[in-house]
């Protein structure tokens, strides 16, 4: 095990290139299952939810080749194996297997996704997907049960705003007999890059980011090459690093489109940002930051994925600041580590008031999650002296090469391994 260490203070310049989108390859990489020839998808990002979901593909009797952001998906002897444990529980993407396997095979017995920890995440909307579908689902022991006789195309509406069940249940529609009609879906990017390689693979879908979808089963599905979006949430996290300590830095190979909500708010601290086609150019404001209230919500409203490295970023601005999470009321984790660097921050429900104007000061802290550790991040490069932040893994699931792309804006940040004293403290912990 690793810790990441920086050496804050030091200001970032230059351009930093953008990979393809986490949300959007987990979803493609499962997808694959339901083409009856190679499905060849590139622009990966280098990170670790991509690799265990290529090693599921594997456990399934398919063939897989990752090189250098290309995957080439040989699914023609994938069978209906039961992963009821292991790897499926070490991303929260792997109840995407549900969908696509429900969808060719018309069975699957798939354990409960992990992911980050952000308090309750059921996924009541995608069973209630499914049986709509005509599945008959249980949940045995952690692991969830499916099992059809054929899918039919059904009306459904989802209580919830989801974008995991959004996917998962156009994943098993394409293959169903007739058509399905998803009511207020969720409208992310992420779904559209999702139906652009369902109907490369010949799949007949409608309406896609938008909140009705409509889908008319096909037969036979086959493969395609696929090059998949940018990442909207690591392009936004170099945006808050570079509107925290950068002079000038271009964020290049982003759809600025995706990320207004976060530019708004931005401009309206104070931070001086420039938008171009597929670029994003960030220049230091002298004159300090204020800080703003933000709210978070489903797409195109202010993303939750942003919210703790966007609260790391007010802990500098002058005043005080609010942030909401109206989708994941327990997302705070990473307040009690930017209060042991020195932030004055309270968290009320589902809010945390920021009184801001803090000089973070480097320690040792540790990423409870993915964007935990982003918000930590953040703030060692903010911080005096040097940040030491354990949890690595929680990073390495959604930022590839995230030392290299800092380093090459200036940052000072480096890994080392965990000595035994500290691994033994934090199994302990
Ligand atoms: C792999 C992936 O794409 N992960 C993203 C996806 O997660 P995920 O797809 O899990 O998130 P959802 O959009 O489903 O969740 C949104 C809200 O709906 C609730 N809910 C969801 C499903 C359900 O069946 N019942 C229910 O009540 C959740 O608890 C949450 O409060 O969208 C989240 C919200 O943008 C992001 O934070 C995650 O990065
Ligand atoms: C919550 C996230 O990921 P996951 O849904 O994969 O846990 C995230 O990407 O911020």
């Known amino acids: 095990m690793e810790k990441l260490m920086i050496e804050g203070g030091h200001p970032l310049n230059g351009t930093v290139q953008v990979s393809g989108a986490k949300n959007s390859a987990v979803a493609l990489i499962p997808a ?6 190679p499905v060849i998808i590139d622009n990966l990002p280098n990170i670790s939810d991509v690799t265990i979901l290529s090693e599921l593909l594997e456990e399934i009797g398919g063939s897989t080749n990752l090189s250098g952001g290309t995957l080439e998906i040989h699914p023609e002897k994938m069978f209906a194996m039961p992963l009821p444990n292991g790897r499926v529980k070490k991303l929260r993407a792997s109840y995407y297997m549900m969908g696509a396997m429900l969808g060719k095979f018309k069975k699957a017995v798939i354990g409960l996704p992990g992911g980050c920890n952000l308090g309750p995440r059921p996924i009541d909307q995608h069973i209630k997907g499914f049986e709509a579908l005509g599945a008959k689902v249980t949940n045995e022991q952690g692991a969830i049960y499916l099992q059809a006789d054929e899918l039919i195309g059904a009306r459904i509406y989802l209580d919830v705003v989801s974008v995991g069940a959004t996917i998962n249940i156009m994943l098993a529609a394409v293959r ?3 058509r399905t009609i998803i009511e207020n879906a969720a409208k992310e990017p992420e779904i559209i890059d999702v139906a652009t390689l369902l109907s490369s693979m010949g799949a007949n879908i409608k309406g896609a980011g938008t ?3 409509r889908i008319d089963g096909v037969d036979e599905l086959h493969g395609c090459r696929h090059s998949i979006i940018p990442d909207r949430i690591e392009a936004g996290t170099f945006i808050i690093m570079a509107s925290a300590m950068g002079e000038s830095v271009l964020i290049d190979n982003v ?3 995706h990320v207004e909500s976060l530019i708004a708010k931005l401009r309206e ?3 001086m940002i420039e938008e171009e086609d597929d ?5 230091a404001n002298h004159k300090g930051l204020q800080g703003v209230d933000v ?11 942003l919210q703790q490295p966007f609260t790391s970023l007010l802990t500098r601005a002058e005043g005080s600041s609010m942030v909401t999470d109206t989708i994941y009321n327990a997302r705070f984790k990473h307040i009690d580590e930017l209060r042991r660097m020195g932030a004055n921050i309270k968290v009320e429900g589902r809010s945390a008031l920021i009184n801001g104007g803090s000089t973070l000061q480097g320690a040792t802290v540790r990423a409870s999650d993915l964007r935990a550790g982003a918000a930590l991040v953040v703030a060692g490069l903010m911080a005096d002296g040097v940040t030491e932040i354990t949890g690595v893994e929680h990073i390495d699931r959604g930022y590839g090469g995230l030392e290299e792309k800092l380093i090459g804006l200036g940052a000072n940040i480096w890994r080392e391994k965990l000595s035994e004293k500290e691994l033994s403290e934090i199994e302990n912990s």
């Open 211 to 213: 909140n009705v979808i």
């Open 295 to 305: 709210k978070t919500l489903v797409y195109p409203g202010f993303p939750t994925d």
């Open 255 to 257: 759809i600025p489109d």
């Open 269 to 271: 601290m104070g931070v």
């Open 176 to 178: 169903a007999k007739g």
């Open 279 to 283: 670029s994003i150019l960030v220049r």
């Open 32 to 37: 694959a299952i339901l083409a009856d020839s």
